[in-house]
């Protein structure tokens, strides 16, 4: 879609919906990135948003109620505030995550954030110096220069007069009216659509080999900004590889997405690294740490919080909660950081909210990242002159080391971003080192010996340096820890299993298995994916962790399936009876056949049609499998009694269930579920509390049993599945007393 319409109702293709009136555009809802939607077409930028009932959609971890650039877009092109429309309960929640986002924590106490001995950099002082203007609330920019709210509840509308018009938007039912000058215009739904996200395939030259990251380099994953119409850009973000293993810095919107579309195994990348809570910096943070397990988080405690603050007003989601999601990493300024093998020192940079930037060393060779900055000497002398910041902290901000092997530098519109001239005035010795972002990348053109950064696995920078000797065996040792199987074995035992595999390379399109060998070998996956056929049909693909043939070797079975490699495959290889050996005495061989029983009932596909579990990795899938348990129950038979306190749940795979009402189920109502379905209130078994309903088997029903310890024991690890489950992620309306009560804490702060 080039541009839009007037008078018609458009789904833009990042979600939401917009139309134009006489007044100025409107949009209901604000996913990320949909001014790349809204630019093209002149006045396209909505000078009304309509917020949705869920300002975040938790089961995707995006937000639905991204205002950010919409915010600037109004205030510094066309020099007013957004006007936001909302009901009064969501007033609260979007003041306290716009002030993050736009005027940085209302109280910044960053002696946590700085290592002992070092200068404390008074970042408030800064952020003010930026907030300056004649046309502001005395003289500094704040929350209501930037946004204008209209409450609408039942029976109250938001108006929004202008050039002789009325704009009249009100609730009704299950969604909003809208009437200019007294005529109803356009009905619109509480929510907007969102656009499916199921990753495009890869290319078939890239399917070819498994991605084999660099011991020490760069995957970029987005370069631009979010005012780039560009709909092919993203914003920025790269994965920064350290001995193999990768952090996601900055994620961008999608980013699990990005990288299954470049074919790199999203179990590559462990760690994520967060600079600052801009919209095109953070909008993926909340997506990929509720895509993966409990994921490990580096940033200083003020951004972090200053995250947790935004995310929970918007979501609705207690920060203890959201906190639950990672294991985070506080890092302080000036102190040396080991991130898998590499030392990482990190800096404060000069921007309108706190944000840092940082520079990496591995094995003889560096990279230093600008972050989000201001670096321009000229500037910073200017903003000391007048007294912005003190003599220490221009000192810092004059002197970039341009020495390091590799730079990635942003260039963007002062006074947030350092101008291109800087950049382009550098030697050419450094030029050579580096490369441009969060840049729209057209502006490079004509600019002498600036190189743009390349996104894609194609592009992969690889710095040279020599891999210690033991590398291979701690990656080695790192995946098999990782693996379901052998997780809770003893670090001895995990040593003998280490030293007892053998490497095996096996090309694509190759045999690894075939079905009815009496081979003795288990296989754990260390690059690329395989495929899992039986009678032809494909079951599964596993990836990077995943093990297989273990029914084989502790249930002493013929192969029950053919393997072959969808892309070159790299596995370790362990002997049938190294593996029993080491796993005696524990859990294992009980676990092995509990899932050998689950699998034959095809629960894999049947996890993929379930809510709660869709989108799962293969590794999750394969967990969540052997906790389950296999059962049958004749028509008329209870499955759930209501009233009562669960201790397990049905998941339903054949035939169909009656819900009742009534502690004893006595009042079968008219509402029947059947496959792929969770009969009861997941939330509530987790917290012990009384099923509100029950439920009866109309007919024979098979399924399997999900214990409530099994399952608190599964969302401990892969906490994101958790959050979607809670019952505050239902809507606006569900949101929970603490959160409410954290955004009027912010917003009392504001003295608003």
Not at 681 to 704: H, M, S, Y
């Amino acid at each position: 879609m080039s541009t839009l319409d007037d008078g018609d109702v458009h789904a833009l293709p990042r979600g939401g919906l917009w139309f134009m009136t006489p007044i100025g555009a409107v949009q209901l809802g604000a996913p990320p990135e949909t001014l790349k939607d809204t630019l093209p077409t002149k006045d396209g930028v909505p000078r009304v948003i309509i917020l949705p009932a869920r300002l975040v959609d938790v089961d995707r971890g995006v937000a639905s109620a991204d205002l950010e650039f919409p915010i600037y877009w109004n205030l510094f092109v066309r020099q007013r505030p957004l006007i936001v429309v909302g009901t009064a309960a969501q007033r609260d929640r979007v003041r306290a995550a716009v002030q993050e986002s736009l005027l940085g924590p209302v109280i910044q106490d960053l002696v946590a954030d700085v290592a002992p001995g070092r200068p404390v950099p008074d970042l408030q002082r800064e952020q003010r110096w930026f907030r300056r203007g004649d046309g502001y609330r005395n003289g500094l920019l704040d929350l209501e220069d930037a946004i204008d709210f209209r409450a609408v509840d039942e029976g109250h509308g938001a108006r929004v007069d202008d050039g002789g018009h009325s704009l009249r938007i009100a609730l009704e039912g299950d969604g909003f009216v809208v009437e200019l000058d007294g005529t109803v215009v356009v009905r619109l739904p509480r929510d907007p659509p969102l656009p499916d996200e199921e990753p495009r395939p890869a290319s078939r030259s890239v399917m070819a080999a498994p991605f084999v990251p660099p011991r020490f380099g760069i995957t970029v994953l987005g370069r631009s900004h979010g005012f780039d119409p560009d709909p092919a850009e993203r914003t920025t973000g790269f994965v920064l590889w350290i001995g193999g293993r990768g952090v996601l810095v900055d994620p961008p919107v999608h980013a699990t997405r990005l990288l299954k579309e470049a074919d790199i195994d999203a179990g590559l990348v462990d760690g994520l690294l967060l600079t600052h809570v801009h919209g095109d910096h953070d909008a993926g943070l909340l997506q990929k740490a509720m895509e993966a397990g409990r994921t490990t988080l580096w940033t200083v405690p003020t951004v972090y919080a200053s995250w947790l603050r935004k995310w929970s007003a918007l979501s609705g989601i207690p920060p203890d909660e959201l906190e639950k999601l990672f294991d985070f990493r506080p890092i302080q300024v000036g102190a040396p950081v080991d991130i898998h093998g590499a030392k990482l020192i990190f800096r404060f940079t000069l921007h309108s909210i706190p944000a840092i930037a940082f520079e990496a060393h591995y094995q003889g060779a560096s990279f230093n990242y600008s972050g989000d900055t201001l670096n321009d000497p000229q500037a910073v002398d200017a903003i000391h002159k007048g007294g912005g910041m003190d003599d220490a902290r221009r000192e810092e901000l004059t002197h970039f080391d341009w020495s390091h092997d590799l730079i990635f530098h942003e260039s963007g519109v002062p006074p947030l971003h350092t101008p291109l001239e800087r950049l382009e005035a550098l030697d050419d010795d450094v030029k050579a080192r580096l490369r441009v972002l969060h840049v729209t990348p057209h502006r490079l053109r004509g600019r002498a010996g600036l190189i743009v950064a390349e996104p894609g696995r194609q592009h992969t920078i690889e710095l040279p340096v020599e891999p210690p000797p033991e590398l291979r065996v701690i990656r080695n040792l790192s995946i098999l820890g990782h693996t379901r199987l052998f997780q809770d074995l003893p670090i001895a035992r995990a040593a003998d299993l280490l030293r007892a595999a053998g490497e095996v390379h096996v090309r694509a399109g190759e045999q690894l298995i075939r079905q009815g060998d009496t081979d003795d070998a288990l296989y754990v996956v260390t690059a690329g994916k395989a495929r899992v056929v039986r009678d032809g049909r494909e079951l599964k693909v596993y990836g990077l962790g995943d093990y297989i043939g273990e029914t084989a070797v502790f249930l002493r079975r013929p192969r029950n399936a053919d393997v072959f490699a969808l892309t070159d495959l790299e596995l370790l290889t362990v002997p049938g009876d190294v593996a029993r050996r080491v796993c005696a005495a524990t859990d294992v061989p009980r676990l092995v056949e509990r899932h050998d029983r689950v699998r034959a009932l095809d629960a894999w596909s049947l996890l993929e049609e379930t809510t709660l579990f869709r989108g799962m990795t293969s590794r999750q899938k394969n967990h969540l499998e052997s906790m389950l348990e296999p059962f049958e129950i004749a028509a008329g038979h209870r499955l759930l009694s209501g009233g009562g306190v669960a201790h397990r749940l049905p998941l339903i795979h054949t035939g169909q269930a009656v819900l009742c009402d009534g502690p004893h189920d006595e009042a079968p109502t008219s509402v029947a579920v059947g496959r792929g379905v969770v009969v009861g209130d997941a939330a509530a078994l987790l917290a012990g509390t009384p099923q509100a309903e029950g439920a009866v088997a109309n007919g024979r029903v098979t399924g399997f049993w999900i214990w409530r310890d099994d399952l608190d024991a599964f969302l401990v690890e892969n906490p994101g599945i958790r959050v979607r489950i809670q019952p505050w992620t239902a809507t606006s309306a569900t949101t929970t007393t603490t959160a409410q009560g954290m955004a009027r804490m912010v917003t009392e702060h504001l003295g608003g």
